[in-house]
T-cell receptor, first 112, second 113 residues
Framework: DAGVIQSPRHEVTEMGQEVTLRCKPISGHNSLFWYRQTMMRGLELLIYFNNNVPIDDSGMPEDRFSAKMPNASFSTLKIQPSEPRDSAVYFC??????????FGQGTRLTVV | KQEVTQIPAALSVPEGENLVLNCSFTDSAIYNLQWFRQDPGKGLTSLLLIQSSQREQTSGRLNASLDKSSGRSTLYIAASQPGDSATYLCAVAGSGNTGKLIFGQGTTLQVKP
């Protein structure tokens, strides 16, 4: 397996634009997580899915953020409209039944 | 609410030294604990996973211990090498069996040749 795949690796966008981040988890994994990493706040859990169902989205900072998992092999995190304070590295991770988590390489988002 | 703390925030050691990284957590009702490594600009790589019923795990020069009752874990790195330079993150999964990981802020390690 190629591991957790995220796209794009880098995204630069203007304030107010819609941004969509994508994640392909490892095949067979049943849990998927979206994290955000900043220097100030470290790694924060935004939302996680179990068997494609959102279980806890309490970490989603605002209604501007939304996430979907239409099937077991794909998830998106959308920010609309984007703001400069959303600039961060966004990670997707997947795991199977509480075993070790595997992280993607991340998407570095810059909102100008 | 679970909180995870890692001390020290940064550490610089000469090559060959043995070292210990510390992780503490406030809620001892955990399912497992993981140690990760993160290189600059990269994702996280899992190093060791300790289930709540275990006391330690070993992989090569790495040994991680877990003392659930005191809310502590340590990562021991033997005979450190410059290639070990990275940020090391500790994360705990709560007892709700969801796999949801709460991370510490990490310890940035520099091993000097």
């Amino acid at each position: 397996d190629a591991g957790v795949i995220q796209s794009p690796r880098h995204e630069v966008t203007e304030m107010g634009q819609e941004v969509t981040l994508r994640c392909k988890p490892i095949s067979g994994h049943n849990s998927l997580f979206w994290y955000r990493q900043t220097m100030m706040r470290g790694l924060e859990l935004l939302i996680y899915f179990n068997n494609n169902v959102p279980i806890d989205d309490s970490g989603m900072p605002e209604d501007r953020f939304s996430a979907k998992m239409p099937n077991a092999s794909f998830s998106t995190l959308k920010i609309q409209p984007s703001e400069p304070r959303d600039s961060a590295v966004y990670f997707c991770a997947s795991l199977f039944m509480n075993t070790e988590a595997f992280f993607g390489q991340g998407t570095r988002l810059t909102v100008v | 609410k679970q909180e995870v703390t890692q001390i020290p925030a940064a550490l610089s050691v000469p090559e060959g030294e043995n070292l210990v990284l510390n992780c503490s957590f406030t809620d001892s009702a955990i399912y497992n604990l993981q140690w990760f490594r993160q290189d600059p600009g990269k994702g996280l790589t899992s190093l060791l996973l300790i289930q709540s019923s275990q006391r330690e795990q070993t992989s090569g020069r790495l040994n991680a211990s877990l003392d659930k009752s005191s809310g502590r874990s340590t990562l021991y790195i033997a005979a450190s090498q410059p290639g070990d330079s990275a940020t090391y993150l500790c994360a705990v999964a709560g007892s709700g069996n969801t796999g949801k990981l709460i991370f510490g802020q990490g310890t940035t390690l520099q091993v000097k040749p």
